[in-house]
């Protein structure tokens, strides 16, 4: 469908997404969350501050910066007092459509559309590919994330720091 309606699509990749506690105020209204792109070394550090939703889009203030080493991340990150507080991999599509993102993300508890561009396209763009706004979805998927390792292993086990193995040198 977004092929046919001239969608170009921009990226393809496995993206595994590490969500932080941390210490003190710094993550109650904001949450911390390292991307990791195919592995490494690069990625991507998010901060997300609350949403907001109007109509079926959800707002929120987001700042990233890109990472080139994972690893240093981490380390940086596990001195400043954070720990990695689950993990969860997704496989990740993004297209352009009419000056819209529109990112198709296949996680381990479902299948998800998300939507970005200019808050008052949204809702018009989402109907036009058989989405209903009023049914998007409120929870992020660090939230559903968790929900679902919490099914699927019901004791409860404190955060354990994570090392993400070097990727492996390119053979030639």
Do not use: C
Not at 101 to 118: K, R
């Amino acid at each position: 469908m977004l092929r046919q309606r001239g969608a170009k699509l921009t990226g393809r990749y496995k993206e595994d997404n590490y969500r932080f506690n941390g210490p003190g105020k710094s993550t109650r209204n904001t949450t911390l969350r390292l991307r990791v792109f195919n592995g490494g070394p690069k990625g991507v550090l998010t901060a997300k501050g609350p949403a907001t939703f109007d109509g079926g889009v959800k707002m929120r203030e987001e700042t990233e910066i890109d990472v080139t080493d994972v690893h240093a991340a981490l380390d940086m990150l596990q001195q400043l007092g954070f720990r990695v507080g689950w993990t969860y991999p997704k496989q990740r599509s993004m297209w352009m459509l009419d000056g819209v993102a529109i990112t198709l993300d296949v996680l381990d508890f479902g299948w998800f559309v998300e939507l970005e561009g200019p808050a008052e396209v949204l809702p018009e763009m989402a109907r036009s590919l058989g989405l209903d706004p009023a049914n998007a979805l409120r929870d992020s998927y660090s939230v559903m994330a968790r929900k679902h390792q919490k099914a699927k292993r019901p004791t409860k086990s404190p955060a354990v720091p994570v090392v993400i193995p070097p990727a492996k040198a390119a053979e030639g």
